[in-house]
């Protein structure tokens, strides 16, 4: 009796947790809802008013279509619950609270010049996480916990900071441990492109798309892969580093091992190194590129022809509907977008049957860091749901 007890009140908040990710980014009847998840209308009306009763969701203005009942809109608060995110790379470090509906409410900043400074960084990131935890004192039962993204590869299974290149100061740290300890908050732990990969699924530009592989491109060739609508993160969370994956066997040796690492050629900083230019060049060569200059276009043909190759290996090897780019590149996403989708669909074993989408990543505002948040979020609408509020 205890086990169907159990199991009826997990398939309750299975179906209350599924209705509210379904209203995350679109208004919707009972009915749609109906449609959507299947259930009957008459336990979609019973979860809708115990959501309405605690003021999750409220109602729009009916809409009048045709004859018969209008029907009325649901609609999730946005202030329903939040999580604080944390944002770490090798630029620098942000700290926010954001909302349930992935929007990044009050942002604090760390330079990366303190982000070498292991101890230094995660001292201010638990003063910050204290102010939005003093100012939101009247709502702190609604913060579910901290979700910290940083540059991968990570131990899932311990929270370690593995070695990721250039980041040499962060290696074997664990730093949701220290944040956990010292915040009394739930701390979990993400490769930064993974974390923005589930959030272009749940709010970007990429959620009506099941199968894609993000690739984040600034100072790394950072990547996560989403299979069948979830993220692949492999045994120990160390799949899809396509960034270390070789597009030239006798080329240069990179800081993973191997030699011609994608990242090697197509990271911003080793792109421009090429052309003994500093990184901080780049939006310069963008600029120049789009007033016509020649040697700014060369420089970003090199990296659509880098790009290319790599993505194409990827496809070849995945099967993805689409790619979605990230980081620094997107200064010159409009640039690069058709030679580069022209190039990939010229080019994969599979050009006669499908063409690949080369999508921009969300343009909302301080997407990174509402994405480290968005791990909380994941994790709650999923039913991962140990140390999160346990039910609605």
């Keep these: 009796m205890k086990t169907l007890t159990h199991n009826a009140d997990y398939i309750k908040e299975y179906n209350r947790k599924l209705i509210l990710k379904l209203l995350v980014n679109d208004s919707l009847s009972r009915a749609d809802l109906a449609r959507k998840t299947g259930l ?101 039962d609604k913060i579910l916990g901290v979700g910290l993204s940083c540059p991968g590869p990570i131990d899932i ?25 010292e915040t009394g908050l739930k701390t979990y732990i993400e490769n930064n492109a993974y974390s923005l990969a589930k959030f272009e699924k749940c709010y970007g530009n990429a959620r009506h798309i099941d199968d894609f592989l993000l690739l984040l491109i600034d100072t790394g060739v950072g990547s996560g892969i989403i299979f069948k609508g979830k993220l692949y993160a492999g045994s120990h969370g160390f799949s899809g580093e396509i960034g270390h994956t070789s597009i030239n066997f006798a080329g240069k040796k990179c800081a993973c091992g191997h030699s011609g690492c994608l990242e090697m050629y197509a990271s911003i900083p080793n792109l421009l190194q090429a052309y003994g230019m500093p990184a901080t060049n780049w939006s310069n060569v963008v600029l120049q590129a789009r007033a ?24 070849n090897f995945l099967n993805v509907e689409a790619v979605v780019l990230d980081g620094d590149i997107l200064d010159a996403f409009d640039l690069i977008k058709i030679p580069l989708e022209n190039d990939v669909n010229n080019t994969i074993i599979a050009k006669q049957y499908e063409r690949i989408q080369i999508i921009p990543a969300s343009g909302r505002e301080n997407h990174h860091v509402a994405a480290a948040a968005n791990i909380l979020f994941d994790r709650f609408f999923t039913m991962g749901i140990n140390g999160i509020k346990p039910t609605l």
């Design 292 to 315: 016509g200059n020649k040697k700014a276009n060369e420089i970003l043909k090199t990296e659509t022809d880098y790009l290319s190759h790599g993505i194409v290996n990827a496809v």
């Design 157 to 181: 299974r311990s929270g370690r900071i593995s070695t990721p290149p250039d980041f040499k100061a962060w290696h074997n740290r664990e730093p949701a441990r220290f944040i956990e300890n």
């Design 40 to 140: 009957t209308r008459a336990t979609i009306s019973v979860i809708a008013d115990e959501l309405l009763s605690k003021k999750l969701v409220y109602e729009l203005p009916s809409i009048a279509i045709g004859k018969g009942r209008s029907p009325i809109p649901l609609v999730l608060d946005e202030n329903a619950y939040y999580a604080i995110g944390v944002y770490l790379s090798r630029n620098g470090c942000s700290v926010s609270i954001v909302n349930i509906k992935g929007y990044a409410l009050r942002v604090y900043v760390i330079d990366a010049v303190e982000v070498a400074d292991v101890q230094k960084t995660l001292s201010l990131v638990v003063t910050y996480i204290r102010k939005i935890l003093e100012e939101y004192h009247d709502q702190i």
